[in-house]
């Protein structure tokens, strides 16, 4: 459906004329260095461009007051000191002959961004420009923003396109105080920031950025703030945010659209933010966003000052909305206690609001003092392996900066290949149907041990599924479904398990739905993490072989994936995904959808899928979908989860957090 790229030259005008250190870093080469990098990618060129517009002295009108309009207005015949004078009215904000000009086109190009989206144009987008705008107010500019353009891009959807439910998801480092004033009573808007905080010691020095403001009359709980209270934040503290806070309540507000107050300087070497996430880290939140609203994602460009570490953020931003596979994330998967505390805080907050946050903090679970003890490690890899970077501790900054000017993410090819023949009716047209198969006597010596494995249709699907399984490994293919006779099923995952170890996977996940039991010669040397949904009970037989049941209702399933998988997936960093549908699943399309959808931000989107062969099209076409990058249905309004759901995954979480610290959800905070 594709990718729109929103821009204008003339949005590099508005700069600085006098000395202001405060205002100095946000200049025209923010917007020229991305733009650059995404050329050089190659990203620009995937992408439908369009030309920004001005936006309407009406459509400003949205949010802005008519006189603060007109005062910006004016700015266009003033001096060079009347601009300063006027700028020293406001915090952190600077005027430029041609800043009503670029701030027009700001806010026009978000709305551009947002038509092209809701009408179908295209799936998602990028809005790259200046000046930013989530700090500004009804009247009055602040924190280098003009006019708010995500705010009025909110306000156009429900005005223009009748939207009735639309999420902001603010990741700039500072808090975007502009669109809380602007939509804290709206329940149709649900704006979510994190924010460098430091105990309201860090700009915009604001009681009502922290976790307590809520919003208010019938926008309670529509505003989630999530402040960080000290600087260092990595990718293991973004990626729990959101598994733990953001998306629980995403998914029960259901949103229509997504709109993304795109700030990169919550990325490692940004001078404001003085966080630790990697630019892939932003590769990851997009696509952990792509799952909403139908994959409607628009990003809007707000800070980010670090020039290297924007334009690198940009392109993974980017690679994401294309579909492209998110590269591993590097360091650690461990969340640091203040960021645990943050997140815990944000969920007592806002649990009187979502039922997704409540129940489940309700029986305390004992967790470790230290959340830096050894067994959350993974475990260690062989020499040489390509994921040798994953598991090593976080490099300092400077040299995780240094390794991304060197060594650009490989592209990676999303190719789907099928080795059922009935099934290729419902496939998208780019998914190859494989032809190959791996050679019949090597495919006998994989198949001897295994008594289900003798038939001939069984051997038939071993063969494909082995030839499929090297294609990934040697990176011909990202990844693939592979069909075989239910009654074969355990003995080709055990299969396609050893073959993955023996030709290259460091660690590899596996994802076990319905009926299949541990193959009984795996090896306990934690290369493997066992996860089986459809067990009889909620079981955790080392941390490396994990068993759940199948959970009974829609808000169940989002619980298990957020709350359990996700965080142990996340954690144990594997380099291939097999994710099999047994015996009696019980997935719908759309829930198998999700679940390989958000597995696909693993192992560099390096997912198999196992299916039955009397498995329906409907089920084989909608999986090579979500595989090769499409955004999977909308589940729609989620009922809550069980009783019976809740008590699996925390009796899960008690007993693995100690292990897996992507799980912690900072069940206590200390006593002040
Ligand atoms: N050292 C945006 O990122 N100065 N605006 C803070 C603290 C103002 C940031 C000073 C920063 C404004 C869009
Ligand atoms: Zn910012």
Request: glycine share 8%.
């Amino acid at each position: 459906m594709g990718t729109a790229l929103v821009y204008h030259e003339d949005m590099t005008a508005t700069r600085l004329l006098w000395d202001d250190p405060e205002c100095e870093i946000e200049r025209p080469e923010r917007l020229t260095a991305a733009l650059d990098r995404l050329r050089q990618r190659g990203l620009e060129q995937r992408c439908l461009r369009l030309s920004a517009r001005e936006a309407s002295k009406e459509e400003l009108g949205l949010v802005h007051s008519p006189e603060y309009v007109s005062l910006v207005r004016k700015t266009q015949v003033l001096g060079e000191e009347e601009l300063q004078a006027l700028s020293g009215q406001f915090d952190a904000i600077y005027f430029h002959p041609s800043t009503f000009h670029c701030a027009r086109l700001a806010a026009g190009a978000g709305l551009q961004l947002v038509d092209a989206v809701l009408t179908g144009a295209v799936q998602n987008g990028l809005a790259l420009v200046r000046p930013p705008g989530h700090h500004s107010q009804r009247a009055a500019a602040n924190g280098f923003c003009v006019f708010n353009n995500v705010a009025i891009a909110a306000a156009h959807a429900k005005q223009k396109h009748g939207l009735h439910r639309i999420l902001i998801v603010d990741w700039d480092v500072h808090h975007g105080q502009g669109i809380q004033y602007l939509f804290e009573d709206d329940p149709s808007v649900l704006y979510f920031s994190w924010h460098r905080y430091e105990h309201g010691r860090f700009w915009p020095f604001l009681r009502e950025s922290d976790a307590d403001a809520v919003g208010r009359g019938q926008g309670l709980g529509f505003t989630v703030n999530l402040p960080w209270n000290q600087v260092g934040m990595g990718n293991a503290d973004y990626v729990a945010a959101f598994l733990h806070l953001l998306l629980p309540l995403a998914f029960e507000f259901d949103p229509e659209l997504v709109l993304v107050s795109a700030g990169f300087d919550s990325a490692i070497g940004d001078p404001e933010g003085q966080m630790q996430a990697t630019p892939e880290c932003f590769a990851h939140l997009t696509h952990l966003l792509q799952v909403l609203a139908g994959g409607r994602v628009c990003a809007m460009l707000e800070g980010g000052y670090h020039l290297e570490s924007l334009a690198e953020s940009v392109c993974m931003t980017v690679q994401a909305l294309l579909g492209d596979p998110a590269p591993p994330l590097s360091g650690l998967m461990v969340p640091c206690q203040s960021a645990l505390e943050s997140i815990q805080s944000a969920r007592a907050a806002q649990a009187p609001y979502w039922k997704s946050l409540q129940l489940q903090d309700v029986t305390p679970v004992p967790t470790s003092p230290s959340t830096h003890s050894p067994e959350g490690r993974p475990p260690p890899l062989l020499p040489g392996g390509p994921m040798c970077k994953a598991a090593a501790p976080a490099p300092a900054p400077s040299s995780l900066l240094d390794q991304l000017c060197l060594c650009p993410a490989p592209s990676v090819r999303t190719t789907v290949a099928l080795t059922a023949p009935d099934i290729t009716l419902v496939l998208p047209p780019d998914v190859i149907q494989q032809e190959g198969s791996a050679l019949r006597e090597e495919t006998e010596a994989w198949a001897r041990p295994h008594e289900s494995l003798a038939r001939e249709e069984a051997l038939t699907a071993l063969g494909k599924l082995l030839y499929l399984l090297d294609g990934m490994l040697d990176g011909q293919v990202n990844s693939g479904i592979a069909a075989t006779p239910a009654s074969a099923a355990a003995a080709t995952l055990d299969v396609a398990i050893q073959r993955g170890l023996s030709h290259g996977a460091q660690r590899l996940l596996c994802v076990a739905l319905g009926q299949l039991d541990r193959p009984p010669d795996l090896a306990h040397d934690g290369r493997t993490l066992w996860l089986n949904i459809g067990g009889k009970e909620a079981a955790a037989l080392s941390m490396f072989h994990v068993a759940t049941p199948l959970p009974v209702m829609t808000g169940g399933f989002l619980s298990c994936i957020l709350g359990l998988v996700l965080p142990l997936a996340y954690g144990f960093q594997p380099d291939l995904v097999l994710v099999a549908l047994g015996p009696g699943h019980g997935l719908q399309g759309p829930h198998a959808a999700l679940l390989a959808a958000m597995l696909r931000g693993l192992a560099g989107g390096r997912v198999l899928a196992l299916l039955e062969e009397d498995s329906t099209p409907q089920l084989a076409g909608i999986l090579a979908r979500v595989l090769r990058g499409e955004a999977p249905p909308s589940l729609g309004p989620s009922s809550v989860a069980s009783p019976e759901d809740v008590q699996a995954l925390m009796y899960l979480r008690g007993q693995l957090e100690p292990q897996w610290k992507m799980l912690q959800v900072g069940a206590f905070t200390p006593q002040k």
